[in-house]
Each structure stands twice: as structure tokens, then as C-alpha cells.
């Protein structure tokens, strides 16, 4: 999962490509919840004038590729372990990244940091963090 969240963050320095030869205005990986076993990686193409407004989360059509975790894997958490919030898409904007948290209620997670807690069939967990700067550690 560390390796598809750096594919992200590069896909959005480098400037991909996306299917329609278009440049998106980011790209991110979403989440589909609590106890999934798969997630996401899109690019976020739902834009206003020059990539202002922009929802920073997945839409129809944006999807690249979906995922799946190792078997016996599943994602535990993904919140700013101070409210609680479970996020479900983070997204790398160019050209610094800049990352946006988005909750599953479909807000702005103002968070400089969120944890991702994966736990496996012998309850042992891995957490990677990622912060708005685009840092990105795990275990």
C-alpha cells in the first residue's frame, strides 16, 4: 500500500497522463471503508476553471486501477486519530504535493496527519502514515 500511495504522489509531480491524454488536476487512492479489502488508485478529474473547487475524492470514471491487499489482510482504520474520522480518499495535488484528507461524509479533513492501521487474520497490525507535506512512513 506505501508503494501505491508513492505511486500516487509521483503520478501528480510528474504531471501523468490520464486516459483522455489530459493532465489530471491530482491523483489519489480511495478507500472503500473499514474491513475492505481493496482500494483504489484515480485520478481526480472532476474540475472547475484551472483545478479550483475540485472535490479531491473519486468520482465515476477516475478510477486507474483497484487493488487488492494481501489475502488475510484488511484495512483496520484510516482516520486523523484525533476525531476519529474515517477517510476515504487521500489526494496528492501538484506542484508541491499538497495533500488533501477527505472524509467518507465527503468534507475536508483539515488533519496534517492520518494513519492507515492494516491488521491481518492473526490480529497483528502495520500502520503508514502520511502527512500533508506528501510524507509517506511505514513500517
Not at 50 to 74: H, I, P, Q
Not at 97 to 110: A, E, K, M, W
Request: with cysteine.
Amino acid at each position: 500500500m506505501s508503494l501505491n500511495l508513492r505511486k500516487a504522489e509521483n503520478n501528480a509531480l510528474s504531471s501523468k497522463v490520464f486516459k483522455d491524454s489530459k493532465v489530471p488536476c491530482g491523483w489519489g487512492v480511495h478507500f472503500n471503508g473499514v474491513d475492505s479489502t481493496s482500494y483504489a488508485i484515480f485520478a481526480d478529474t472532476t474540475i472547475a476553471q484551472n483545478c479550483f473547487g475540485r472535490n479531491y475524492k473519486m468520482d465515476s470514471g477516475e478510477e486507474l486501477e483497484t487493488v487488492n491487499l494481501e489475502a488475510g489482510v484488511k484495512i483496520k482504520s484510516i482516520n486523523n486519530n484525533i476525531l476519529d474520522i474515517n477517510i476515504s480518499d487521500v489526494v496528492f495535488t501538484p506542484p508541491a504535493p499538497l495533500v488533501r484528507f477527505t472524509s467518507f461524509y465527503g468534507g475536508q479533513d483539515g488533519s496534517n496527519t492520518i494513519n492507515i492501521i492494516l491488521v491481518n487474520k492473526n490480529s497483528s497490525t502495520r500502520t503508514i502514515t502520511i502527512n500533508k507535506t506528501g510524507f509517506i512512513s511505514s513500517p
